[in-house]
């Protein structure tokens, strides 16, 4: 074997390993930009304690930069298995409260237990089924999960994964 042919040898081996390093360097940064940043991850969830809430009202908290209706139902709230689940004997409603037209924010009508979007008059029951006007679909059950009488937003528990299968 000539001294050139060792060289050469060596040198492809030196450039191949280079390129291997650096290759795998940039996959890693890469993939480190595509990761979510930590903030964002801890963003995730929120948990919202009902040990205080009061039948028929409606409570509203933000998840993810998105407005979240829980409401608790009292006896003359419209009944519906596949939208409703029950803490320590009350019973409520979980749905993301933007319009799936447009995705405006209904407002809650107390007296008539519905929600009434102002941007094209659509219309959910309080369980957030559409009962009028352009809305395509109910209003869109965040993921939950409950714990005693917590909800936590954003994370999926027994309860959500019955809602969802039910639909």
Not at 32 to 47: C, E
Not at 62 to 70: Q, S
Not at 109 to 123: D, Q, R, V
Not at 139 to 149: A, E, H, M, T
Request: glycine share 12%; with cysteine; aromatic share 8%.
């Amino acid at each position: 074997m000539s001294v050139d042919k060792k060289r050469r040898d060596f040198s492809g081996m030196l450039l191949g390993g280079v390129a291997l390093v650096g290759g795998a360097s940039v996959g890693y940064g890469v993939k480190s930009a595509w990761d979510p940043l930590p903030s964002v991850m801890s963003a995730g969830f929120t948990t919202v304690d009902m040990s205080k809430a009061k039948a028929g009202k409606l409570y509203v908290v933000e998840w993810r930069g998105k407005p979240i209706f829980i409401l608790n139902k009292n006896k003359s709230s419209v009944e519906d298995d596949k939208r409703e689940f029950t803490i320590e004997g009350n019973t409520y409603s979980v749905m993301i409260g933007l319009c799936t037209h447009l995705g405006c924010i209904p407002a809650y009508i107390e007296k008539n237990k519905k929600f009434k979007c102002a941007c094209h008059g659509g219309e959910f029951d309080s369980n957030g089924m559409q009962t009028f006007g352009p809305p395509p679909r109910p209003l869109d059950i965040p993921p939950f999960k409950v714990n005693g009488n917590i909800i936590t937003l954003g994370e999926k528990g027994e309860e959500y994964n019955k809602l969802t299968s039910k639909a």
